[in-house]
């Protein structure tokens, strides 16, 4: 602040996460983003979701997007899991109708029925994801952002969300997949696009 108020200048150097990256992506392809960390894959997944604006640049999507980026990101602390599920839903752009009729798949995906009118405050990091992923799933995707979120729960739900994405992708979905998990990318994904120092 002091340099940028005395001598016109900003004190540090702009960063940019992501330089001259293009890409598309097919409908119902299944792409992997690769990378160290800070290499850019995060942003990327972000500018996609909607959720950060590019300075420089476009980014086109067409279709509804479900990121699976941050679970739970948009949940009240103070809300019941009920009251969330319908927040949350709303946000990724559900209707009433489409949230009555999945409210009880989300739930029961989630495994979350007798602690579904508790405040969520009170539930687990475990449970707090699980519903948030639930939520996401049930929003009938057209794409789907997936950053590192399947290695969410014990083992038994993991083996339950790998298996709701390969469901999807039988149904089509066009899947983003951000992992540092080589086996599972290389056997989930089509393709890979891997980002160096956001190149």
């Known amino acids: 602040f002091v340099p940028l108020l005395f001598k016109g200048q900003a004190w540090s150097e702009p960063f940019y996460a992501l330089h001259d990256v293009s890409f598309s992506i097919g409908r119902g392809e299944t792409v992997g983003i690769i990378g160290r ?3 850019g894959k995060s942003t990327a997944l972000k500018l996609i979701a909607g959720v950060m604006a590019p300075t ?5 999507v067409l279709g509804r997007v479900s990121p699976l980026i941050e679970l739970g990101a948009g949940f009240h602390p103070d809300l019941t ?6 927040l949350n839903a709303s946000i990724l752009g559900m209707t009433g109708k489409e949230i009555k009729e999945q409210f009880d798949n989300i739930v029961d995906f989630a495994e979350l029925r007798e602690f579904i009118d508790t ?5 687990s990091s475990g449970m707090y994801v699980r519903l ?9 995707p057209e794409i789907l952002l997936v950053d590192e979120v399947l290695s969410v729960g014990d083992a038994f739900f993991q083996e339950k969300s790998l298996a709701k994405m390969h469901e999807f992708q039988a149904n089509g979905t066009t899947i ?11 056997s989930f994904c089509e393709r890979v696009i891997w980002l160096e120092n956001g190149r």
């Open 37 to 39: 960390n800070g290499s």
């Open 176 to 186: 983003v997949v951000v992992s540092h998990s080589l086996p599972l990318v290389s």
């Open 132 to 140: 948030g992923f639930s939520v996401a799933v049930h929003s009938n």
């Open 56 to 60: 420089q640049g476009e980014v086109r």
């Open 119 to 123: 405040p969520v405050k009170r539930y």
């Open 81 to 86: 899991g009920r009251e969330n599920v319908h």
